[in-house]
């Protein structure tokens, strides 16, 4: 129940295209959900998060899309560039339960934006 | 800028070593955290820390140990390294009073023959 399941395992977009990228968890508890960024060699980094109060926050070209209902959450990443490529995890966490920070990450996707 | 840093960026341990895998971080967070990344898994919780001397296990601790003394430094040790603890290892740490962003190390490759 405390895990959370992200899919495809990698993914290649041609430059200009549109990436998504899909996760789903059991756990209801859950209320905070971030995706990291990772690019070879170094830690991964806060791209974007959402609270399961909205349905859609949109940072420049990133979109995180929220389904309550079905329990699933996805990234959608606009007029992808090369510069995008990178692996993108999933995260979710139950920060009302005094467990900020303490996140469940999906298995990651490495993402190829072709030129 | 803030910053986790984590001391050493690759390792070649033997099976059988004490491994210390050291963090640092310079933002007064009280909450910190070693993740392990493996490629299909993700990244999984080995313990965390939401105080000095605090410690509370993740989801696979079983070979790991840590110890937090100061609070801006959170040490994880392999008591007797395995093959299978080949891996990299990740530090982050995060503010109580924050909205849950974590802020990573850059990572340790260990690798243990």
């Known amino acids: 129940q405390q895990q959370v399941k992200q899919s495809p395992q990698s993914l290649i977009v041609q430059k200009g295209g549109i990436s998504i990228i899909n996760c789903a968890y059991e756990n209801t508890a859950f209320d905070y959900f971030p995706w990291y960024q990772q690019f070879p060699g170094k830690g991964p980094a806060l791209l974007i998060a959402i609270r399961p109060d909205v349905s859609e926050k949109k940072e420049g070209r990133f979109t995180i899309s929220f389904n309550k209902s079905a329990k699933q959450f996805s990234l959608h990443i606009m007029d992808s560039q090369p510069g995008d490529s990178a692996t993108y995890f999933c995260?979710?966490?139950?920060?009302?339960?005094?467990?900020?920070?303490?996140?469940?990450f999906g298995q990651g996707t490495e993402l190829s934006v072709k030129p | 800028d803030v910053k986790v840093t984590q001391s050493s960026r690759y390792l070649v341990k033997r099976t059988g070593e004490k491994v210390f895998l050291e963090c640092v971080q310079d933002?007064?967070?009280?909450?910190m955290f070693w993740y392990r990344q493996d490629p299909g898994l993700g990244l999984r919780l080995i313990y965390f820390s939401y105080d000095v001397k605090m410690k509370e296990k993740g989801d696979i601790p079983e070979g790991y140990s840590v110890s937090r003394e100061k609070k801006e430094r959170f040490s994880l040790i392999l008591e007797s390294a395995s093959t299978n603890q080949t891996s990299m290892y990740l530090c982050a740490s995060s503010s109580r009073s924050g909205a849950g962003e974590l802020f990573f190390g850059e990572g340790s490759r260990l690798t243990v023959l």
């Open positions: 933002m007064d967070h009280e909450n």
């Open positions: 995260a979710a966490s139950m920060t009302r339960y005094n467990q900020g920070g303490k996140l469940i």
